[in-house]
């Protein structure tokens, strides 16, 4: 049981790093209105008439930095250079004590003869004595079997393992627990030795007991005097039957599968294809019958016709790169003509969405100038990209339409870091382009949605 134990304890260690990189799906059989609305839309479905701001400089999402993130960081990253430092120091101060101190090949260890009055300790294959009792025979045969199980079973690599992860995630208070509980194995398995070579509980016990007053400073060794409790003590004296010990260690896997199925199931949504439990929806009469489009009120006319052939696509997540943001993973495809009502009623967000003619508004001359500001608006006239500088020569009346958006971090390009975006139209353009007139098809064959997006980082 205690080797089946360490096991365990070093394998969960392992495993947890695994686990965030285990994804179970689960197909079901509608998508979740959950899903759609944690969705993101791809850039190209910003309509910029929809997302006009006010020209404020104060009100930028830019102008209020949140500092938190960065005073954590730093305290994280102070925190773990000075441990770093320390366990690395600590390593040195062993293995320079190895190296200056008298040593005696021993078995399959190294003894280290030193001046330090203290308990033998294990550190790799070195056992550290004192230098007086070794040449007075004042160190017990018990003891020295007890540091050479630490020696073969290599337990000092046990213990640098939870140290290093004890270093680098400090803020984890469960390593802390995790430690002792490996090292309080590492005795048991020792103990276990000693027990099974002399036969004499009572005595060892006693030497135990005897030897509990001393102390060692070295937390990356294994020493004899290691949380002598009277758990230990009594762990010496019981015995485990080997059908009840194969039961614990079966009863581990459940566990285990029933951890990993919570931590690692996620829902993978794909169509409905069966008609809904009222019959036949208005859409599939439009699909099978393009003649009730006459039982349709208005709005409904409306969206059919501005939607007709366009396929709505959500993925699971989308890449964003300088050009554009690439789908991964399809969870829902279909084409408008095929969506039941509960499709439409999950995509609303996105349907709603109908462009209307844009209605004539100039900017004031106080909203002109801020636009002026290359930092923080990157400007389109006319449809063509220029420099801020480019409005000086327009007048606040000689601008039919205009209109902005936002731009998220992770969509910024090296060519536009500004946090906002704005469209300027002449009357010309506007004019000419009709854009006061609704236009009764959507703009382009398909639309996607990203239930998040990831910026490329190469």
């Known amino acids: 049981m205690h080797r089946f134990n360490r096991f365990y304890l070093l394998f969960s260690l392992l495993f947890s790093f695994i686990i965030p990189f285990i994804t179970i799906e689960i197909a ?13 839309p791809a850039p190209a479905l910003i309509q910029p008439q929809n997302h006009a701001i006010a020209v404020n400089d104060a009100t930028s999402p ?17 925190v773990t250079l000075f441990l770093i430092i320390r366990f690395g120091k600590n390593i040195y101060n062993l ?3 190895a190296k200056k101190g008298r040593t005696i090949v021993f078995n399959c260890s190294t003894l280290v003869l030193s001046k330090e009055e203290k308990l033998p300790y294990t550190f790799l294959k070195y056992i550290f004595i004192n230098e007086d009792d070794f040449n007075s025979h004042n160190i017990q045969e018990e003891l020295y079997t007890h540091e050479l199980t630490h020696v073969k079973q290599k337990h000092t690599y046990d213990v640098l393992f939870i140290e290093t992860l004890k270093t680098l995630f400090w803020f984890n208070p469960i390593l802390f627990f995790y430690k002792k509980a490996i090292q309080l194995n590492h005795e048991f398995l020792a103990d276990e030795n000693v027990v099974k070579s002399y036969n ?3 005595s060892y016990q006693n030497l135990l007991l005897e030897k509990a007053s001393w102390n060692s400073n070295f937390y990356l060794a294994s020493n004899l005097n290691f949380s002598v ?6 762990m010496m004296t019981k015995t485990t039957s080997k059908s009840r010990a194969l039961l614990k260690k079966i009863a ?16 993978s949504a794909i169509a409905k294809e069966n008609k809904t439990e009222k019959g036949v929806n208005w859409n599939d009469a439009i699909a099978y019958n393009p003649q009730n489009m006459q039982s349709l009120n208005a709005a409904q006319k409306r969206e059919a016709t501005y939607f007709a052939g366009v396929r709505f696509i959500i993925y699971k997540y989308g890449i964003q790169t300088k050009k554009k943001v690439e789908g991964k993973d399809i969870l829902f ?4 003509e095929d969506l039941t009502a509960e499709d439409k009623e999950n995509l609303k967000p996105w349907i709603s969405m109908i462009q209307e003619g844009y209605v004539k508004k100039s900017p004031t001359q106080n909203e002109l100038e801020g636009f002026k500001n290359a930092k923080s608006y990157a400007i389109w006239i006319d449809g063509v990209n220029v420099k801020n500088s480019e409005l000086n020569k327009f007048k606040p009346s000689d601008i039919a339409h205009f209109s902005g958006s936002v731009i998220l971090k992770n969509a910024r390009t090296k060519k536009h870091p500004q946090p906002f975006q704005y469209w300027f139209y002449t009357h010309d353009y506007f004019d000419k382009n009709e854009m006061g007139k609704a236009p009764e098809k959507y703009a382009g064959d398909k639309m996607e949605i990203f239930k998040k997006v990831i910026k490329k980082t190469a």
């Open 28 to 40: 079901v059989e509608f998508l979740s209105k959950p899903l759609v609305s944690q969705s993101v």
């Open 62 to 78: 830019e102008s209020e930095m949140n500092y938190i993130p960065i005073l954590l960081s730093g305290l994280y990253v102070l």
């Open 95 to 97: 293995i320079l004590k």
């Open 200 to 202: 004499n509980v009572p």
């Open 229 to 234: 409790t009277k758990k230990r003590l009594i």
């Open 252 to 267: 581990v896997l459940p566990v285990l599968t029933g951890l990993i199925f919570i931590s690692c199931i996620e829902n």
């Open 333 to 336: 495809d279909k084409v408008y």
